[in-house]
């Protein structure tokens, strides 16, 4: 078992990236109830504009110098690409059934694939994303490589923020405000229109984070990579409890410890031999979020929301 | 207002999907042309021109392009035009089917080139056959597409007579890779990893199986999902068990980012494995960490056959924005091949081609097995299987950046 | 960015709809919608074509025109068709083919592996190896053996077992990497002759180093 330190080091990192993807579910179902199953491909958008910003840059400037920038486009994009999306496909559909706004979704992200395909030079198959180069880095019995420590400093600054921001600022309130009842909010005169832009908006910005860290440590991106992302994060923020900005942070890192430890650990049990390894890791984060749900339907940190209409 | 809007929406996904629609049809519908009193006969060819595998679909694609091309300049078949209709599978068997459908129906399609997997060219097979239209591969290398699933007991049954390919099978890849490794590298412990597909699937078991029996030691085994892209969980699985090296059963789109995890996870030793990882994406995608990693591939290295050279000077020359690739050579072969199946066919009927289509099809599936011409891979021809009688296999290492050939077999089945 | 304007000012008047006097957002929100929509949208639009200019401009894959109607004159000597010119390369001129093994000298543990030579360009066989620790295989005759076109020869490769327990019994595609040489250079060629061989190796390796009853005849 002595690689335990080295499988919870991966798994926590996976956990942080899914979790960074989930704050965008949850913020946005937080505040109008819909899931933008469209959000993996904003994030994958953000990823391109970070590529993008890369290769603006002239050949062979220090990647360390280039991060702010490509952060800066990596969000840019995926902010743009969010506020697009509700604007001209989700809030002409705000009062329709639920059913229209999830299609929708589905669509969009389909779209969104489609455009990197057809128009992003040589998309078509994965590119290459800049790496940090150098050994990696031994912290705590782990090897943590040089990329992933971006993402182990960028998530807790960023759940910080975010933190800070919901809970001190007025537009933090406001967002509180309409997020435990829209009308009432609307009468207290809290621009809801506003608010719900500002939620799309804060989950594309870090969604434009996590695409950053996501080519940074996996060092590729192909015009795919927000299916399964969204997918993933999707889950983490129902195991956390849809709705809690914290609870998306928890249930990514939960999410990513249950695959780490799944694929490592559940082939070592007596009899499990043929469960274990990493084609089984996905049934076994799903057989816990059904555990969890099973438990506590309102995910780990959700709160039961029955009086809500 | 909020009519406005939608209408606005609309209008864009409609605008959007049309564009994409134009950019998927945008084929190559080239070389067809206005024919006075010349008839032209379209070849089919399916491969994964656009996803993750695209690299070798785009190299199949224009190779095949290629050939077409110098068919028609040459009028190697006096009174018909050849034209090639590209259409893309994704690397899905449904595709493909459906791709093998819309040939069958096209009555000007003469027989079809491709696809480049194995589980693709098995969803298609049947379709060409009921057709009585013959299909040659220039990829396909899982064994029962030519000698039935019961190959390995030496059962050989061919399962569908309308089925060729110039690429040769992997029955010996595994087993070739695991005498090298294990006699001439000297590296005895490896870690096994599979994607679960047909083909990865199919190659890790066959190598596993080779070098236990020469005494090797697999210190562990491992699947993954090859639409993921992390498999840091798996590497350092690996990279505790401290194997002398890794086979993986796959192809590149996974296979190059589990060996960069890998490696940096703490493997010491390179990653091998089958002809679905010698490309050049692979070095691209694992950059330095693919230095010294090794794959085999079917036929022998392009570059040291004579043949191969012409076809190189002439692909640069016709300007394709994308590599041929591993399969570039065997697609203009697998393409050649149909057109010289129409040639003796129209030698047969007095230099004139059945006017039925359905006639013309199956005299082209039966001229095919006697088929035989000197192509870009060596000697092309077809055996009682459908398999190609040129059988050779090479070993190929990543040195510098590049897949340099290290070894080449010859073998017999 | 248009983007970006919402969400500095966003901050301070959210809840700010009973305070004095247009702010720029609410001038902004005063013109038509017609016209806010438009410069949203153009704003988009001209960033995503700048930012795709810039990265089809940078490191771009080598212009190379797509196939320009003058350059397919050049691919009529495409290969297909064409005889490959003499010399061939090794690979491609030698046909090798296992013929037989015969048991030599049971104390000293030698046997000898026929094979049969052919080519359709002249070329020498000058070494032959098979890599199993535990086993020497060399060619019987001293010196190279020259194949011509038309001229097969019988090749004697001799092979002593050095070690019995280092053998691998039923390894499934045993082959001989054999060196061929002629004007190309010398070129070593893995020869892996087939189940036929395979069997026969097998059989030899179990009679020359006694009965082993533990490994039950088996053919793959």
Not at chain 2, 136 to 151: F, I, R
């Amino acid at each position: 078992m002595n690689d335990l330190p080295q499988q919870l080091a991966s798994g926590l990192i996976l956990g942080a990236m899914y979790g960074l993807i989930a704050i965008g579910y949850t913020m946005v179902y937080g505040i109008v109830q819909l899931i933008n199953f469209a959000h993996g491909e904003i994030v994958m958008f953000g990823a391109f504009g970070g590529l993008t910003a890369w290769l603006m840059l002239p050949k062979g400037t220090s990647l360390m110098l280039a991060l702010p920038l490509m952060l800066v486009l990596a969000v840019g994009v995926s902010v743009l690409v969010g506020i697009g999306a509700e604007r001209f496909a989700y809030r002409p559909l705000r009062n329709a059934p639920r059913l229209a706004p999830l299609i929708t979704a589905i669509g969009l992200s389909i779209m969104l694939q489609q455009l990197i395909w057809s128009f992003y030079p040589d998309a078509k198959k994965a590119r290459t994303f800049p790496q940090f180069s150098g050994e990696s880095v031994h912290l705590l019995g782990a090897n943590v490589q040089r990329g992933e420590l971006f993402l182990l400093i960028a998530a807790p600054v960023c759940m910080i923020a975010l933190g800070f921001f919901v809970a001190k600022t007025r537009t933090g309130r406001a967002m509180q405000a309409t997020s435990q009842d829209p009308d009432t909010a609307k009468l207290m005169g809290i621009n809801t229109d506003r608010i719900i832009v500002t939620a799309f908006a804060i989950g594309a910005a870090f969604g434009g984070v996590a695409a950053v860290a996501y080519g940074l440590k996996y060092g590729q991106i192909d015009f795919k990579i927000g299916f399964i992302l969204g997918l993933k994060a999707f889950t983490a923020a129902v195991l956390g409890g849809i709705g809690n900005i914290y609870g998306a942070m928890v249930g990514g890192l939960v999410l990513g410890l249950a695959e780490s430890l799944a694929t490592a650990y559940i082939e070592l049990i007596p009899g499990m031999e043929l469960f274990g390894g990493g084609a089984w890791k996905n049934v076994w984060a799903f057989v816990l979020l059904i555990l969890v749900l099973l438990v506590r339907p309102q995910g780990l940190l959700g709160e039961r929301i029955a009086d809500r209409a | 207002m909020r009519h406005r809007s939608l209408l606005i929406l609309t209008t864009a996904v409609a605008a959007g999907s049309l564009t994409l629609t134009a950019c998927g049809s945008r084929g190559d519908n080239s070389g067809g042309g206005s024919s006075g009193d010349t008839k032209t006969l379209t070849i089919g060819l399916d491969a994964p021109l656009t996803g993750d595998l695209s690299a070798l679909g785009q190299g199949i694609k224009n190779s095949a392009d290629l050939a077409v091309k110098t068919a028609n300049k040459k009028k190697t078949v006096e009174g018909v035009t050849f034209k090639l209709e590209a259409l893309d599978d994704a690397g899905q068997p449904a595709s493909g089917q459906t791709n093998a459908t819309k040939f069958v129906a096209d009555q000007k399609v003469v027989g079809a080139v491709g696809p480049l997997n194995s589980n693709v060219g098995q969803s298609m097979q049947k379709v060409f056959d009921k057709a009585g239209m013959v299909e040659v591969s220039p990829a396909n290398t899982a064994p029962e597409l030519t000698q039935g699933t019961a190959w390995r007991s030496g059962k050989k049954e061919r399962p569908f007579k309308t089925y060729f390919r110039t690429s040769t099978t992997d029955a010996i890849q595994g087993p070739y890779a695991a005498q090298y490794m294990y006699n001439e590298k000297k590296l005895k412990k490896v870690y096994v990893i599979d994607d679960k597909k047909t083909y990865g699937k199919g190659l890790a078991a066959t190598f596993r199986d080779e070098f236990e029996k020469l005494g090797g030691k697999v210190v562990g085994t491992d699947h993954v999902d090859p639409k993921e892209k992390d498999f840091n969980a798996v590497a350092n699985k690996v990279a505790k068990a401290k194997p002398d090296f890794v086979y993986y059963g796959g192809e590149y789109p996974a296979g190059a980012p589990l060996a960069d995890q890998a490696k940096k996870a703490g493997l010491k030793g390179p990653v091998v494995g089958g002809d679905a990882l010698f490309s050049a994406e692979y070095v691209k995608l694992a950059k330095k960490n693919s230095e010294g990693d090794i794959a085999s591939s079917v036929g022998a290295p392009l570059e040291s056959l004579d043949s191969a050279k012409t076809f190189m000077k002439a692909y640069k020359a016709a300007g394709y924005k994308l590599p041929y690739e591993a399969y570039g050579g065997y697609a203009y072969d697998a393409t050649w091949a149909i057109i010289q199946a129409v040639k003796a066919v129209a030698e047969k009927n007095d230099g004139k081609l059945p006017g039925d289509m359905n006639e013309t099809r199956e005299q082209v599936a039966e001229a095919m097995q006697d088929v035989k011409f000197d192509g870009v891979s060596g000697a092309v021809g077809f055996d009682e299987y459908g398999d190609t009688t040129n059988k050779q296999l090479s070993l190929y290492e990543v040195k510098d950046g590049k897949h340099t050939p290290v070894k080449t077999g010859t073998f017999k089945d | 960015m248009g983007a970006a304007r919402h969400r500095d000012e966003a901050e301070p008047d959210v809840l700010a709809s009973g305070r004095e006097g247009p702010g720029v957002r609410e001038r902004w929100d005063a013109l038509p919608a017609l016209l806010r929509r438009g410069v949203l949208g153009s704003a988009a639009l001209a960033l995503l074509a700048a930012g795709g200019y810039a990265v089809a401009g940078q490191p771009g894959p080598p212009a190379t025109p797509h196939a320009a109607p003058s350059a397919s004159s050049e691919p009529q000597d495409t290969g297909a068709s064409l005889h490959p010119p003499h010399p061939q390369h090794p690979a491609q001129a030698a046909r090798i083919t296992f013929r037989g093994i015969e048991l030599g000298d049971r104390r000293r543990r030698t046997f000898t592996i026929g094979l049969h030579a052919a080519a359709t360009s002249p070329l020498r066989l000058t070494r032959v190896r098979q890599n199993y620790e535990g086993l020497r295989v060399g060619l019987a005759s001293p010196g190279p053996v020259s194949v011509r076109p038309g001229g097969a020869k019988h090749v004697e490769v001799t092979a002593k077992i050095t070690s019995c327990d280092r053998l691998p019994l039923r390894a499934r595609s045993p082959f001989l990497d054999v060196t061929l040489s002629n004007e190309m250079g010398p070129f070593e060629l893995s020869v892996i002759p087939g189940e036929r061989y395979t069997r026969a190796l097998t059989h030899a390796f179990r009679t020359l180093c006694g009965p082993s009853v533990a490994d039950s005849p088996e053919n793959p």
